[in-house]
Nanobody
């Protein structure tokens, strides 16, 4: 089992930036694929981005391509989501996810963090 703790959410104006971090711990966390989902009020949890265990492969939701960047630091067991050019529609609770493969992460079948709120004002 992997334990995940997110940090870095907050309130920002449209066009601004935020950096989310997720610290992973657990027996197999170093080799796990990791990713981010988000959930706005009244909607389902939605995939945002994922990175493979080695960090060489990334995937993004179409609407965040070119604005968000996912990266990982395996020495620190941490995954980062750098969010630039934020829009009000990016407002949501952002959840970190981890799993043995990228497919497990992107389909929402892995482990979850508790979430961190991101609010973008217009």
């Amino acid at each position: 089992q992997v334990q995940l703790v997110e940090s870095g959410g907050g309130l920002v104006q449209a066009g601004g930036s935020l950096r989310l971090s997720c610290a992973a711990s657990g027996r197999t966390s170093v080799n796990y694929a990791m990713g981010w989902f988000r959930q706005a009020p009244g909607t389902e949890r939605d995939f945002v981005a994922a990175v493979s265990g080695g960090g060489s492969s990334t995937q993004y939701k179409e609407s965040v391509k070119g604005r968000f960047t996912i990266s990982r630091d395996n020495a620190k067991n941490t995954v980062i989501l750098q969010m630039n050019s934020l829009k009000p529609e990016d407002t949501a609770v952002y959840f970190c996810a981890a799993g043995a493969t990228t497919a497990i992460v992107t389909t929402g079948q892995g482990s979850w963090g508790q979430g961190t709120q991101v609010t973008v004002s217009s």
